[in-house]
């Protein structure tokens, strides 16, 4: 396999450990690639020197994530301007609305996420984003962006039918991490995800979150890893009547074209 995970927090402190070997397992389990989630500078600027330190295997996106968007001022916007042109940058984001958790004022969320997408226009950068329980607000912003959008992914899909058409709808792209592998929660998913077009179909970890629930053995930690990837991959793949070998080459080069990735 040649497999691409899109999001994984490789900077998130639960990695500071053995870090390395995280990388080499996602490797040894078909992980040819993964995209290092910027959820706020900090992070973003962790993302950046965590992807020059492994050229051809680790990339980053650089943004503010609706959680921080309460602190998002000005020197934010000029932050993430600066870190978006650092090499190995792929993506704007991760940005966009949570109305779920509500962790920052949704004023705040709204006006971040729009100088984020303006940001990605800027620099000409796909945009990685987030959107739960708040899909009215969420697409009718990007609406107002139309025909100026730069490729679109909707990160982490745990939607119903009718934002996913939404999507589809708009050529945006969606990524599907462990939640598919949830009875309680994602089995709604297991229909949905025969819907995305080949070419518009992404995995990811979303690591160290969402540890798919079904494996066997369960891990001794509930901490997700990047190799778990293959995993997703072979329940997106049945769920879609697919051979894991067809699965993993649409979505692998559909991430290629979305993130700008050479061979």
Same mark, same amino acid.
């Given at each position: 396999?040649?497999?691409?995970?899109?999001?994984?927090?490789?900077?998130?402190?639960?990695?500071?450990?053995?870090?390395?070997?995280?990388?080499?397992?996602?490797r040894?389990?078909?992980?040819?690639?993964?995209?290092?989630?910027?959820?706020d500078?900090?992070?973003?600027?962790?993302?950046?020197?965590?992807?020059?330190?492994? =050229?051809?295997?680790?990339?980053?996106?650089?943004?503010?994530?609706?959680?921080?968007?309460?602190?998002?001022d000005?020197?934010?916007e000029?932050?993430?301007?600066?870190?978006?042109?650092? =090499?190995?940058?792929?993506?704007?984001?991760?940005?966009?609305?949570?109305?779920?958790r509500?962790?920052?004022?949704?004023?705040?969320q709204?006006?971040?996420?729009?100088?984020?997408?303006?940001?990605?226009?800027?620099?000409?950068?796909?945009?990685?984003?987030?959107?739960?329980?708040?899909?009215?607000?969420?697409?009718?912003?990007?609406?107002?962006?139309?025909?100026?959008?730069?490729?679109?992914?909707?990160?982490?899909?745990?939607?119903?039918?009718?934002?996913?058409?939404?999507?589809?709808?708009?050529?945006?792209?969606?990524?599907?991490?462990?939640?598919?592998?949830?009875?309680?929660?994602?089995r709604?998913?297991?229909?949905?995800?025969?819907?995305?077009?080949?070419?518009?179909?992404?995995?990811?970890?979303?690591?160290?979150?969402?540890?798919?629930?079904?494996?066997?053995?369960? =891990?001794?930690t509930?901490?997700?890893?990047?190799?778990?990837?293959?995993?997703?991959?072979?329940?997106?793949?049945?769920?879609?009547?697919?051979?894991?070998?067809?699965?993993?080459?649409?979505?692998?080069?559909?991430?290629?074209?979305?993130f700008?990735?050479?061979?």
């Open positions: 396999m040649n497999l691409i995970d899109i999001g994984a927090n490789l900077t998130h402190d639960s990695f500071d450990t053995d870090r390395v070997e995280v990388i080499g397992r996602a040894e389990a078909g992980v040819a690639r993964m995209v290092v989630t910027g959820a500078v900090e992070h973003s600027r962790a993302a950046i020197d965590l992807a020059a330190r492994w =050229p051809g295997v680790l990339s980053a996106t650089v943004g503010v994530h609706p959680h921080h968007a309460g602190d998002f000005a020197h934010t000029a932050e993430l301007n600066l870190l978006l042109g650092r =090499p190995g940058v792929v993506a704007a984001g991760e940005c966009g609305l949570d109305y779920f509500d962790f920052s004022p949704r004023d705040a709204r006006r971040a996420f729009v100088a984020q997408i303006g940001l990605g226009i800027r620099h000409d950068l796909p945009l990685f984003l987030h959107q739960r329980d708040a899909h009215e607000d969420f697409i009718a912003i990007l609406d107002e962006f139309a025909g100026r959008l730069p490729p679109t992914v909707v990160h982490c899909f745990t939607g119903m039918a009718e934002e996913l058409e939404h999507y589809i709808e708009r050529d945006f792209y969606v990524g599907i991490t462990g939640w598919i592998c949830d009875e309680r929660r994602g709604h998913l297991l229909d949905l995800v025969q819907r995305i077009p080949a070419g518009r179909l992404m995995l990811e970890t979303d690591a160290p979150y969402l540890l798919p629930r079904d494996l066997k053995p369960r =891990p001794k509930r901490r997700n890893e990047p190799m778990w990837l293959a995993h997703i991959a072979e329940v997106v793949a049945e769920a879609r009547g697919e051979t894991l070998e067809q699965l993993a080459e649409h979505t692998t080069a559909a991430a290629r074209s979305f700008r990735l050479p061979r």
